[in-house]
């Protein structure tokens, strides 16, 4: 994946709410208004970190089953996928090797529950789910429909879950009401 400017830092960026925008992928433009916050700004940039067992072999999946494009490589065992609205990290770590000093879990890569998983918004559901499916993923559950729009349940390769979702016109809005 030779891609220009593949090491060091990002360059210092905007800082505003004391976050460097440029340093964590967001334009100067990330900070405005938030329509569903009134008066308050967006200030939190978020990156999306996913552990692979083979860097190379999640680099063709999310790339392919994603349209997305590698970033930067950052040391021989991080790979920065950009084209979603968050920038997204993949992080080589030997299955069975310790996840975290505080618990007592290994990784894993067999299919595997998590109560944060990611969801990739698109516009044609049924085209999605062939990419995705013809890269390597696997689809869950049949199609579901809802007044939201229409979710495929997926899981990748590497046994992390993930939902594909084609919102319909109104989108979330058909169901929300006030907090």
Same mark, same amino acid.
């Given at each position: 994946?030779?891609?220009?400017?593949?090491?060091? #830092?990002?360059?210092?960026?905007?800082?505003?709410? +004391?976050?460097?925008?440029?340093?964590?992928?967001?334009?100067?433009?990330?900070?405005?208004?938030?329509?569903?916050?009134?008066?308050?700004?967006?200030?939190?940039?978020?990156?999306?970190?996913?552990?692979?067992?083979?860097?190379?072999?999640?680099?063709?999946?999310?790339?392919?089953?994603?349209?997305?494009?590698?970033?930067?490589?950052?040391?021989?065992?991080?790979?920065?996928?950009?084209?979603?609205?968050?920038?997204?990290?993949?992080?080589?770590?030997?299955?069975?090797?310790?996840?975290?000093?505080?618990?007592?879990?290994?990784?894993?890569?067999?299919?595997?529950?998590? #109560?944060?998983?990611?969801?990739?918004?698109?516009?044609?559901?049924?085209?999605?789910?062939?990419?995705?499916?013809?890269? +390597?993923?696997?689809? !869950?559950?049949?199609?579901? !429909?809802?007044?939201?729009?229409?979710?495929?349940?997926?899981?990748?390769?590497?046994?992390?879950?993930?939902?594909?979702?084609?919102?319909?016109?109104?989108?979330?809005?058909?169901?929300?009401?006030?907090?």
């Amino acid at each position: 994946w030779g891609v220009p400017g593949t090491w060091g #830092p990002l360059p210092a960026g905007n800082l505003q709410h +004391g976050i460097d925008s440029e340093a964590v992928g967001l334009s100067p433009d990330s900070f405005r208004p938030d329509p569903h916050r009134e008066g308050a700004e967006t200030v939190v940039g978020l990156l999306v970190n996913v552990d692979v067992s083979d860097i190379e072999a999640a680099a063709r999946f999310y790339c392919a089953a994603f349209q997305l494009d590698p970033g930067r490589r950052l040391g021989p065992g991080v790979l920065e996928l950009v084209g979603a609205t968050a920038r997204i990290y993949l992080l080589e770590k030997a299955a069975g090797s310790r996840a975290c000093h505080a618990a007592d879990g290994r990784r894993a890569y067999s299919r595997h529950w998590t #109560p944060i998983h990611l969801d990739f918004v698109v516009d044609d559901l049924d085209a999605a789910l062939a990419r995705s499916m013809s890269a +390597g993923g696997l689809q !869950e559950h049949p199609i579901r !429909e809802h007044a939201w729009g229409r979710i495929a349940v997926m899981s990748d390769p590497f046994g992390h879950g993930y939902c594909l979702i084609q919102f319909s016109a109104a989108g979330y809005d058909a169901i929300a009401a006030p907090a």
